[in-house]
């Protein structure tokens, strides 16, 4: 199995900043995208930020200029760094990853996808 830890949560003023990490550990080959989602009471859960094996990075509107996401392969980790905070990005956060699997000779893989627990963003004006 994998697993997806996350930890960086926590209180901050409005125009504060946090960094949040999610380390994956387990059975697997290697990582495609790795993500951060965030859900706030009430609301749907929602893509924040996507980062591709090769580090490309895409954000939601609602954060850009003002997040930056990153990842190390070997590392197997991924960031999330959020400056400029807002009461509106108080949320749980969610590491989420799509993992493979190579399964046969011919290199044919295998993805699954595993959520973090998150962890709690809380922003104050």
């Known amino acids: 199995q994998v697993q997806l830890v996350e930890s960086g949560g926590g209180l901050v003023q409005s125009g504060g900043s946090l960094r949040l990490s999610c380390a ?3 059975s697997f ?3 495609n ?3 951060w989602y965030r859900q ?3 609301k749907e859960r929602e893509l924040v930020a ?3 094996s090769s580090h490309n990075t895409n954000y939601a509107n609602s954060v850009t200029g ?3 996401i990153s990842r190390d392969n070997a590392k197997k980790t991924v960031w999330l760094q959020m400056n400029y905070l807002k009461p509106e990005d108080t949320a749980v956060y969610y590491c989420h990853a799509e993992i493979y699997k190579i ?3 011919e290199g044919a893989r295998r993805t699954m996808n595993y959520w973090g627990k998150g962890t ?3 922003v104050t004006s």
């Open 50 to 52: 996507s980062i591709t």
């Open 103 to 105: 399964v046969n000779v």
């Open 120 to 122: 709690l963003v809380t």
């Open 24 to 26: 994956a550990s387990g």
């Open 66 to 68: 003002r997040f930056t």
């Open 33 to 35: 995208t790795m993500d």
């Open 29 to 31: 080959d290697g990582i």
């Open 40 to 42: 706030a009471p009430g």
